[in-house]
């Protein structure tokens, strides 16, 4: 009797592990490594929620296999993202490897993107190096060059003479602060004084003092995603506005996600972006209307868009490959796709597996009682200038 129970469950388990086997290649994992605390949670929960979106609206099957994303906590350090990347995959066997953060968590899992020959999306990085640092390497985020040359050519086209600008002092700042540099300065522009702030626990009075003593006619900022309101409130504080100095950048400053608590100091910030919650688009109408309704209201921000894009990459390239999950083929199903996506049309270049999109130029302005990203120019199919140049 106990010799033939345990015989029934012996078989039960054999049978659970056989199904289990089974059930695990029917699945494919997404390794989706984020900020989700910390100084940076922000773009985590962006990321985070326009993925569930997207998955919620397109089911969870792609090329006939179930789609399972595991979303993993990196806090924004890079020794930590190299860790969860390399559990991911040799522990969960994930088939992609995406999310990213901050420039310095990408160039960290690069190496084991290579070796493992797993897909990884960028989500979110914008340095243009980081595309170069393995062949696995996918971005449907943007590029700080990319963003940054249209309002360096507004800057120059506008009157603007003398500009001080301020960047974060890591890869993608110095990306913004280059860009600028090169065309400010060949249309005939002065930068009396370049400001580069630290990455973690900035105190942007001190450099906003030195920006005013300059008296330039524009401040020219790059910071991360979420940084933007403490520059905007020390901007006011420091009378800089007041003194008629332009604020103008990349639109990570007037980031969707704080913007609209920014205040009047916000008002007139000129900058260029791949995405504004604004964008006038039945795509993008749509989005911002699903993404607030499943998140609490949430806007959608350039981030969102960035985790939308990626989730859309990875189902297209298992539908193109089948289902098969090697790496070389999703990687080689995903060159040239292009799609229409919230921000506009976009495309990965087949030559550098780099997004090529739109970058408008945007003013903040009220809009139904609300602070928004206007958009009043576009610059169509930008390819990152920071690889073209070479
Ligand atoms: C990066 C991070 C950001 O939050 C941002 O707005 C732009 C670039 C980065 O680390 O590359």
């Known amino acids: 009797m106990l010799r033939r129970l345990f015989a029934g469950g012996a078989g039960t388990l054999v049978a659970a592990l056989m199904c289990g086997g089974a059930f695990a290649q029917d699945t494919v994992k997404v390794g989706l490594i984020l900020p989700m605390t910390g100084p940076f949670a922000s773009t985590g929960r962006q990321i985070e929620a326009a993925a569930k979106l997207y998955m919620a609206q397109h089911g969870a099957m792609a090329g006939g296999k179930k789609i399972e994303l595991i979303v993993k906590d990196d806090t924004g350090v890079a020794d ?26 990408a160039l960290a899992t690069a190496p084991i993107a290579t070796e493992a020959k797993v897909p990884m999306i960028v989500m979110a990085a ?27 050519e507004w800057a120059a086209k506008n009157g603007l003479k003398k500009v001080v600008t301020l960047v974060t002092d890591f890869g993608p700042g110095l990306d913004a602060e280059k860009t600028f540099t090169e065309v400010f300065t060949k249309a005939g522009g002065s930068i009396p004084e370049k400001l580069r702030v630290p990455l973690r626990n900035p105190d942007f009075a001190p450099f906003l003092q030195r920006a005013a003593d300059a008296k330039p006619d524009a401040l020219f900022v790059f910071v991360p995603s ?14 800089l506005n007041k003194a008629g100095i332009k604020l103008i950048g990349p639109g990570d400053v007037t980031d969707d996600d704080i913007l609209n608590d920014m205040g009047d100091v916000a008002l007139g910030t000129i900058t260029s972006m791949h995405y504004s919650a604004a964008h006038k688009s039945a795509e993008n109408q749509a989005f911002v209307a699903a993404f607030g309704k499943a998140n609490n209201g949430m806007r959608p921000n350039f981030m969102a868009v960035g985790g939308w894009d990626g989730m859309h990459l990875v189902y297209q390239a298992l539908a193109k490959t089948g289902g098969k999950t090697d790496g070389e083929a999703l990687v080689g199903a995903m060159k040239g796709m292009k799609w229409v996506s919230p921000r506009g049309p976009i495309s990965i270049d087949p030559e550098t597996r780099d997004i090529i999109q739109n970058v408008y130029m945007r003013k903040v302005e009220r809009v139904d009682g609300q602070l928004y990203n206007v958009e009043f120019a576009t610059f169509e199919a930008v390819k990152d200038p920071g690889k073209t140049k070479k």
């Open 80 to 105: 930590v993202t190299k860790r969860l990347a390399q559990e991911l995959v040799v522990n969960d066997k994930v088939a992609f490897l995406a999310g990213f953060g901050l420039t310095p968590t």
């Open 126 to 152: 914008g340095t243009s190096i980081i595309t170069e640092r393995s062949p696995f390497i996918v971005r449907t985020s943007f590029t700080l060059p990319q963003n940054t040359l249209p309002v360096a």
């Open 226 to 239: 979420g940084a933007g309101s403490a520059v905007m409130k020390q901007f006011a504080e420091r009378g």
